[in-house]
């Protein structure tokens, strides 16, 4: 009787699909252990090498009673960490993934064994424990990783800072309105290397002093950095909100190449007119005529440059291809650059500074920026696009935190957890970041690699003698795969 129910019951259950073929389609769920995360081990191979969540777990105070502990701290680091890489940024997520035989298995649990992962409730308390002495020592532990994972000492560590906008849920400790980004939020701070590697992921309150935080954190970084490269010389990018004296005084004080960003003021625009005309009768000798201009090269009507751009675009979408609609959008488009430096000084300023000057000249008019540097590099041209304009790539590293591993997932109450829930994604980016390196595709976003990397189908078989993995025979990247795989020694 048992077996007939059993047997009308996965014949209800049976899928099948005709599609005109000679044979008949029929699907069920009975394929065993396959899974989807078939790359996971590749970022436990990572984990090991760097020795990264094995670190972390010292820096996180353990106050569960140890005969109450069914989960490590370390594996409880693990499960966050490499769920976040897969994918799965959310603590509901571990109610699904607790059962993964590829997840149980990333963390040292056998697929076939009964032992399930850490529920959300259990991971939700394990960030709520994070405080500020755990924080801290993981910020410490990025730049730690980062020199262990340096076969030889750079003659020069290039830094790259900018800041983020992170909205918050709700009434969250330490939110506040800002008024830049026109929400109530976090800024978070981050400070990577010239190739990628976070060394600051510092959160603070929506209503920072950016130049303090930056300045701190800037400190703290080339002290550890230096403790065990002496004499290594560092260079510094970021934008107009980290234009400071503080931040130039410690930069030139302690051998750091400064570029960065200065806002246009009427200070510096004297000193631009003369290259902003040069440009101005060179682009009209092309026969275009330019938008009137005022004292110090600057336009008559602010609102004329809108102006300008909204009619080009609108003549250019409303013409057909015939009349070279896309001929005129990316051929036409006529603009003059050229370079300029001077000297200047802010009159809370104890020296004089050097300012490097770019014009773009087109239809729109003038368009001027500034970068204060104390590089010896003569060419401002070089200083500009190949100095200054290296920092750009820094906003492509914050993409992957932010939009691929959604770092700005901190909606927990307490701040102190937010910045440990920050830290987390961090910890999974440098995972990302190694594995990529390893595996020569370094220009690879954080969404490719989790959809072309780890997104492998994997059949697992747990034999008496060894455990096999049977990955997808198509996977299109398996010779960057294996020489990762084989590079984690």
């Not at 996971?40 to 502990?69: F, G, M």
């Not at 400790?173 to 800024?187: D, L």
Request: hydrophobic fraction near 35%; glycine fraction near 4%.
């Amino acid at each position: 009787m048992h077996h007939s129910k059993q047997a009308k019951s996965n014949a209800q259950g049976q899928m099948t699909l005709d599609l005109g073929l000679s044979r008949k389609i029929v699907q069920e769920f009975d394929g065993g252990e396959v899974c989807t995360d078939g790359g996971l081990l590749i970022l436990r191979k990572a984990d090991d090498y760097l020795r990264l969540t094995e670190n972390a777990s010292y820096c996180i105070k353990e106050t569960r009673l140890p005969s109450q502990v069914l989960h490590s701290t370390r594996r409880l680091f693990q499960q966050r960490v490499y769920s976040i890489a897969a994918g799965y940024e959310d603590c509901n997520d571990a109610g699904k993934l607790r059962g993964d035989a590829m997840h149980r298995l990333a963390l040292g649990y056998e697929p076939d064994s009964e032992t399930c992962l850490a529920s959300q409730p259990s991971l939700s308390r394990f960030e709520a424990r994070a405080d500020a002495d755990t924080n801290k020592a993981l910020q410490s532990l990025l730049v730690h990783t980062y020199i262990r994972s340096q076969k030889k000492k750079p003659k020069v560590v290039r830094l790259a800072m900018d800041t983020t906008c992170d909205e918050v849920y709700g009434y969250q400790q330490m939110s506040f309105w800002n008024g830049y980004y026109e929400t109530f939020c976090y800024a978070p701070l981050l400070i990577f290397t010239d190739d990628g590697f976070p060394l600051c992921a510092l959160l603070r309150p929506g209503n920072p002093n950016p130049i303090d935080d930056a300045l701190r954190m800037l400190k703290k970084i080339v002290h550890e950095i230096r403790l065990s490269w002496p004499g290594v010389s560092f260079e510094l990018t970021a934008d107009a909100a980290f234009n400071s004296s503080e931040i130039f005084e410690y930069c030139e004080a302690n051998d750091i190449t400064y570029f960065i960003a200065a806002a246009s003021h009427a200070g510096l625009t004297y000193y631009s007119q003369d290259l902003v005309q040069k440009c101005r009768k060179e682009f009209e000798k092309s026969g275009i005529e330019s938008p009137e201009l005022k004292k110090y090269g600057m336009l008559k009507d602010p609102k004329e440059r809108q102006r300008i751009w909204r009619q080009r675009e609108e003549r250019i979408r409303f013409s057909t291809k015939e009349q070279g609609r896309m001929q005129e959008r990316f051929e036409n488009d006529l603009h003059i650059r050229k370079y300029g430096e001077c000297t200047y000084r802010a009159r809370e300023w104890k020296k004089e500074r050097r300012f490097i000057c770019r014009v773009d000249y087109t239809e729109k008019g003038p368009d001027v920026r500034f970068v204060v540097t104390n590089s010896r590099l003569k060419s401002a041209r070089k200083v500009y696009e190949e100095k200054y304009c290296r920092r750009a790539r820094c906003e492509n590293w914050i993409k992957d935190l932010k939009t691929y591993l959604k770092s700005d997932r901190t909606s927990c109450q307490e701040f102190d957890a937010n910045q440990f829930r920050l830290l987390l994604h961090t910890f999974a980016y440098i995972l990302i970041w190694e594995t990529r390196k390893k595996a020569r595709m370094p220009e690879m976003t954080v969404h490719t690699f989790q959809l072309q990397v780890l997104k492998i189908g994997v059949l697992i078989q747990a034999r008496s003698r060894k455990i096999a993995l049977h990955l997808a025979s198509g996977f299109v990247w398996k010779e960057q795969f294996r020489q990762a795989w084989n590079a984690f020694t």
